[in-house]
Structure formats: C-alpha cells, structure tokens
C-alpha cells in the first residue's frame, strides 16, 4: 500500500516511482492512496469515496466522464497545485 507516495518529491523522483508502477509485476495488486491525475490515470480502477463511502468505480477517465463529484475534486487539487 503506497499512500501518496508522490507527494513529497522532486519531478525527476515522481516520474521514477510513476515509471516502476507502470511497469511493474503484473501479478501483483498494488493498493495507492492519491490524489495527483498522473497516479491515479496509473491505476486499473479507481474507487471515490466521498464521506467513507464508496460512491463510484471505474478508470480516471470514465470517472472524469460520467462523475461530477470525481471530476470537481481532481481538478481542485490541479488548481490548488498550480497556485
């Protein structure tokens, strides 16, 4: 289990860890805590909770697609970041 495992490094130190989750073992399950679009767009399916509760699943960009919530709370943390 990674929880936000990028969110204290340099952008050179991000694409490594990005890069070896990308690649690698397939036959491993890999649990990540995270709220930047590059992780998350990483992930086989992406679970949203709001208050606790799980409210929808699917990939980053179904949830961009069809959740409004989803969508709301991953560009707040991009307009946060870029302020």
Known sequence: MLDDAT???????????????????AGASIL???YR??????ADEVVFLERGRVVAT?????????HQGYQELVTAYEKAESQ
């Open 37 to 42: 679009r590059a992780t998350i767009a990483l």
């Open 32 to 34: 990540v805590v995270a």
């Open 58 to 66: 699917g990939t980053h960009a179904e949830l961009m697609t069809f």
């Open 7 to 25: 969110s204290a490094v340099d952008p050179r130190v991000e694409a490594a860890i990005l890069g070896a989750l990308r690649d690698g073992d």
